[in-house]
């Protein structure tokens, strides 16, 4: 059969590997929770079950008589499978809730649920892909001289595929199709493999196509080179040595392998592009380490030098490379600015972060991907044996990979750090080298000598002379766009870091600027601060325990600074459940004391370290609110924190009554992409209140409709403590925070039309768009003002602020709060100031600030401007001087028309119905700011009738131009006023005309 045609179903079947263990890696996720341990945890199981493969196969392969048949077979059953795979998952994950939620179980017996859980998911269908290597090996090598070359090749050739399965899983299979349909997208591929082997071997077999023919002087040719080679068998010793050597290797290869993933996270952005990134980078080293060793496979004695040389190669390459890893956020940004921040320009700039990824990378990993096939060609010394002894050398491998991730993930990395973890590293290859330069007898002790002390010089040099890394440089965000690099150079270094450590589940510190503004970064990013975001994490707290001050038990999922935990407990809760995934953001969180009320120490908080979504399921308790504060959704990993399942969870977890608060960023996301967010929120809870914190929102998510008790809720907002709280965001009165509420639950169905795309755990879109919108820089501006029912008369809407005027007279005293609010809250938008200096001055006019408000925003000028235009129409009623009008009345409508002045609407209908009664040959134009007026207020009835009037007026399309209208866009107008009015035929009428008209 022709070797082509086995090489490429060996691609195939690397492609379906990685897509299985990225996708395997998700579903566990959602089981075991996203932890440092439940990583390691599936790495251990697949990797384990892949090791177990080389070794049971490998023996194997060497007793059948058609290995070739047995690999087509292992292909199929891999196929076979793992498409139940999706069904286990979610069978065991049943499973394991019920035990971990109804059994007082100790963390070690957790620890082997699911540990048996992967083993019994992942165990067989590992074990068929760690056979896969070994049998093929056994059949493609013909010849002990060609074995070093040919296991090369095919490793080669599936790890090619594996980078291609890295890539193709991580920015499309899943994103587009899900988590089911991509594992059954892998197991056609291990299909078509296999199916292709049967095929092509049958029709072999019948002789229907000819098999090409083995040349016997050439087999013949190749024994006697290798019998003439006479380092070509090696002593036991040596193989032993070699067999420890590449377990060794293993270890190192995996310490880098995690050392670099959370290095550059800091550096790229913890996102879930850039680990596909990261590990498609990884493997392209190894596979042009191992194609380079298949052309140039040294002589069989010296193999074992060769291995050798490759372990300090490794070592030098990293002692040479890591100095200059504090320039790589330097690097980055030169890579950001050669592209247009656009959506269609994220693949580019993804290319070029994995040609960053790729170049720190390259020079170990081809070492790395060297170190195999050539210790694969040290211990297959006999064909009657070669499976096995190329399926034990795989197993040593990746046993070490698993040794590996334990050892850096839960140790290492902990309590050394990202750079004095990676030197370990370096230590194991060159001490590894070393061994190998002193024991092998090609090399006179000489040369060997002075190889092992110029390594020790080297390692030396490197530790006298190469300083920690700046933390600045693992703290710039610039992946976030920000800054340019002498900001970057200049400003990061002006902080002072109270706090750093790579922990267990993050990279955490605390930095403190000039001004003494503190900053938790995690994974590089600033998740709370004592400056800007101190109004959102006071409000998260403070918005719905003065709307419920009854309530006795809550949950906060995400501890940060710990100042909305601080804001909670001035409250009188008898019971706080605090939920974090990172024990050194709880470090880092005592920094933030001060600020917090050294909210731990209370006695009604209890702290669970632990990830969010495992403890809310297993947990079983009913709380009165449920705050959730995680971070963007574009951080990798939380976006399932955004789930419906999640949501869902929460729910479930409240008691009748309860409300269910969850933070939800409108900057570095697109409104799309909110709305995806608004939807899945919306999808689980009936009712939902929206609150604006500037860029942050703030929902509030319940089964019931809110009904606050604004007596009680009055008499909180005067308590000493919560008055002093609410005083450092410059809140004085009820008044003005019910006055930050957005929307009601029905504007938010007009927003997301009832329905629309969510985000699930099994089709993770907000994982994958997230990172788009942060790229682009992205706001969700538009759905914010969308949104916004303020800006219309509070008849019109369903806000709390309705309920609590009813009752409730505005005062001076309420207008200068939220005034001071807006105008002293740099985070807050500006848009209904002018509002609420209309209507302060209106109502007041002699207060003095008052009046200096007026003057500063410059209202009076609309009123000069209205005044002046109203004396030249009495002169001239020309359209140039009504259509100024007209634009002048729509200005101040949308400047200062809110629930404080619903007068405004009332006198720009006025305004523009005037301009209709004075023109003499364009009133179509008016009629239809008329209807856009009405359409923005939300009276469609009213738009329709208005545009209908216009369109009477307009006798052909040139008409419309002369009437300075552009004629589709009036007739999409139209058909939008209709389908809004509830005419659906009307609306679809007018679309079809103006989507002709576009045609023409």
């Given at each position: 059969m022709s070797n082509i045609a086995v090489f490429l179903c060996f691609l195939l079947s690397g492609i379906s590997g990685l897509i299985y263990e990225v996708?395997?890696?998700?579903?566990?996720?959602?089981?075991?929770?996203?932890?440092?341990?439940?990583?390691?945890?599936?790495?251990?199981?697949?990797m384990g079950g892949l090791a177990l493969g080389n070794l049971l196969?490998?023996?194997?392969?060497?007793?059948?008589?058609?290995?070739?048949?047995?690999?087509?077979?292992?292909?199929?059953?891999i196929a076979l499978f793992c498409v139940f795979t999706p069904g286990l998952f979610m069978l065991l994950r049943d499973f394991y809730l019920f035990a971990a939620g109804n059994y007082n179980l100790?963390?070690?017996?957790?620890?082997?649920?699911?540990?048996?859980?992967?083993?019994?998911?992942?165990?067989?269908?590992?074990?068929?892909?760690?056979?896969?290597?070994?049998?093929?090996?056994?059949?493609?090598?013909?010849?002990?001289?060609?074995?070093?070359?040919?296991?090369?090749?095919?490793?080669?050739?599936?790890?090619?595929g594996a980078v291609a399965g890295t890539i193709f899983a991580g920015f499309y299979l899943i994103y587009h199709f899900g988590l089911e349909f991509s594992v059954s997208v892998a197991a056609i591929i291990n299909f078509i493999a296999g199916g292709t082997i049967f095929v092509l071997k049958e029709l072999v077999d019948r002789g229907a196509i000819k098999a090409p023919g083995e040349s016997r002087e050439s087999s013949s040719v190749d024994e006697a080179c290798y019998k003439k080679d006479v380092g070509s068998v090696y002593s036991a010793r040596i193989i032993h040595i070699a067999l420890a050597g590449i377990f060794l290797s293993g270890v190192a290869a995996m310490l880098y392998e995690v050392v670099w993933i959370r290095l550059l996270a800091l550096i790229l952005g913890s996102y879930t592009y850039s680990f596909s990134l990261m590990l498609a980078a990884f493997i392209s080293g190894i596979t042009i380490g191992s194609f380079l060793i298949s052309r140039f496979m040294p002589l069989d004695r010296f193999a074992f030098l060769y291995f050798g040389l490759c372990q300090i190669f490794i070592a030098l390459a990293l002692i040479l490379s890591i100095p200059f890893y504090e320039k790589l956020p330097l690097l980055f940004l030169a890579i950001t600015k050669i592209f247009a921040r656009t959506p269609g320009t994220f693949m580019f700039f993804e290319a070029g972060k994995f040609l960053l990824c790729f170049t720190v990378m390259l020079l170990p990993t081809v070492f790395l991907g060297m170190t195999l096939p050539l210790v694969g060609k040290i211990t297959a010394d006999k064909l009657e044996l070669l499976g096995k002894n190329i399926g034990g050398v795989f197993a040593f491998n990746t046993a070490g990979n698993i040794l590996g991730a334990l050892i850096t993930g839960l140790m290492f990395i902990p309590a050394f750090g990202l750079k004095q973890t990676l030197e370990i590293g370096i230590l194991i290859n060159l001490t590894l080298g070393s061994i190998v330069i002193l024991t092998d007898r090609t090399l006179t002790r000489k040369y060997g000598v002075i190889i092992v002390?110029?390594?020790?010089?080297?390692?030396?040099?490197?530790?006298?002379?190469?300083?920690?890394?700046?933390?600045?440089?693992?703290?710039?965000?610039?992946?976030?766009?920000?800054?340019?690099?002498?900001?970057?150079?200049?400003?990061?270094?002006?902080?002072?870091?109270?706090?750093?450590?790579?922990?267990?589940?993050?990279?955490?510190?605390?930095?403190?600027?000039r001004n003494g503004e503190l900053s938790l970064f995690v994974n590089g990013k600033v998740d709370a601060s004592s400056g800007v975001d101190m109004l959102m994490q006071i409000l998260l707290a403070q918005i719905p325990l003065i709307l419920k001050p009854d309530a006795k038990d809550a949950l906060v999922l995400g501890l940060g600074s710990g100042v909305s935990c601080g804001s909670a407990l001035l409250h009188p809760i008898e019971n706080l459940d605090v939920v974090e995934i990172s024990n050194s953001v709880v470090k880092g969180s005592k920094y933030f004391s001060r600020f917090n009320y050294n909210a731990l120490a209370d006695k009604r908080a209890h702290l669970y370290v632990e990830d969010a979504k495992t403890f809310i399921r297993r947990a079983g308790r009913k709380y009165d609110l449920v705050l959730s504060e995680p971070s963007n959704p574009w951080m990798a990993g939380v976006a399932g924190l955004f789930s419906v399942e999640y949501f869902k969870d929460c729910s479930d977890s409240l008691k009748d009554d309860g409300l269910m608060v969850q933070w939800v960023q409108a900057y570095e996301t697109d409104d799309d992409t909110f709305k995806i967010v608004l939807n899945t929120f919306h999808s689980v809870f009936p009712q939902v209140t929206v609150w604006n914190i500037g860029m942050d929102t703030i929902l509030i998510g319940s089964r019931k409709k809110i009904i606050p008790d604004f007596t009680e809720s009055e008499r909180v907002v005067k308590l000493k403590p919560i008055k002093d709280e609410l005083a450092r965001i410059k809140i004085h009165d009820l008044f003005t925070l019910l006055s930050l509420q957005l929307c009601s639950t029905g504007n938010l169905e007009i927003l997301t039309g009832m329905g629309g795309t969510v985000n699930s755990d099994y089709y993770p879109v907000l994982e994958y768009r997230a990172p788009i919108s942060l790229y682009a820089g992205s706001t969700a501006m538009q759905s914010v003002l969308k949104l916004d029912e303020r800006k219309f008369s509070l008849s019109k809407t369903e806000l709390l602020l309705s309920n609590y005027l009813e009752n409730h007279k505005i005062t001076e005293g309420n207008l200068r709060s939220l005034f001071t609010f807006i105008e002293e809250n740099k985070a807050i938008p500006k848009s209904l100031l002018s509002s609420v200096v209309q209507k302060w001055i209106k109502e007041y006019p002699r207060d003095p600030e008052a009046l200096a408000g007026y003057a500063r925003y410059n209202i009076e000028s609309l009123e000069r401007g209205r005044t002046v235009l109203e004396n030249l129409i009495k002169k001239n009623n020309n359209f140039k001087y009504l259509k100024q009008y007209a634009e002048l009345q729509l200005k101040k409508n949308s400047t200062i028309m809110s629930f404080l002045n619903p007068e405004v609407f009332g006198e720009t209908v006025n305004g523009l119905r005037m301009c209709i009664g004075l023109s003499k040959d364009r009133k179509a134009y008016f009629y239809y700011l008329l209807g856009k007026l009405y359409f923005e207020n939300r009276d469609y009835r009213d738009a329709v009738n208005s545009y209908a009037e216009a369109e009477k007026l307009i006798r052909s399309e040139e008409d419309a131009g002369?009437?300075?209208?552009?004629?589709?866009?009036?007739?999409?107008?139209?058909?939008?006023?209709?389908?809004?009015?509830?005419?659906?035929?009307?609306?679809?009428?007018?679309?079809?005309?103006?989507?002709?008209?576009?045609?023409?």
């Open positions: 996708v395997w890696a998700k579903y566990l996720v959602l089981i075991f929770g996203s932890t440092t341990y439940a990583h390691i945890l599936v790495l251990t199981t697949f196969f490998g023996r194997f392969a060497d007793k059948v008589k058609d290995p070739l048949k047995l690999y087509a077979w292992l292909e199929m059953g100790n963390p070690f017996t957790i620890l082997m649920i699911r540990f048996v859980i992967g083993v019994f998911i992942m165990l067989i269908p590992t074990v068929l892909m760690g056979g896969t290597l070994p049998t093929l090996s056994k059949y493609m090598v013909k010849s002990l001289f060609m074995r070093g070359e040919t296991v090369a090749r095919l490793y080669y050739v599936n790890s090619c002390s110029f390594c020790c010089l080297a390692f030396t040099g490197y530790m006298t002379f190469v300083p920690q890394w700046h933390k600045s440089c693992l703290t710039a965000q610039l992946f976030r766009g920000h800054g340019q690099a002498v900001e970057y150079l200049a400003g990061n270094h002006e902080s002072e870091f109270l706090f750093y450590e790579d922990g267990l589940e993050a990279t955490v510190a605390v930095s403190k600027s002369l009437q300075g209208l552009d004629y589709t866009v009036f007739l999409e107008d139209l058909g939008v006023a209709y389908l809004s009015a509830g005419d659906l035929a009307k609306g679809f009428e007018y679309f079809q005309k103006a989507r002709f008209r576009k045609k023409q």
